[in-house]
């Protein structure tokens, strides 16, 4: 099945201010949410996901009654969950 992928407005301004590599890393994993990588379930936050790429942590939640994922956070792993 083929998602798409919505990316906020706040989580997009933190990936395009990474370096070059560390932002195609990123953006590569998320594209292929929801199905592979580091996943779980964030503790406290029902309905919504973290994906672990390196030191950066991708939250994000999946709508499958309209197949999309919605990326709602990005950022460092000590700054994400606050």
Do not use: H, S
Not at 57 to 75: D, H, L, P
Request: net charge positive.
């Amino acid at each position: 099945m083929k998602w798409n992928i919505q990316i906020d407005k706040i989580a997009l301004k933190f990936i395009a201010k990474q370096p070059a590599p560390q932002r195609m890393r990123i953006m590569a994993a998320i594209a292929k949410l929801p199905e592979d990588g580091d996943i779980k379930p964030m503790a406290g936050q029902a309905g919504y996901y973290r994906l672990r790429v390196g030191t950066y942590r991708i939250v994000y939640m999946v709508k499958e009654e309209i197949v999309t994922v919605c990326v709602t956070k990005a950022g460092n792993r000590g700054d994400i969950y606050k």
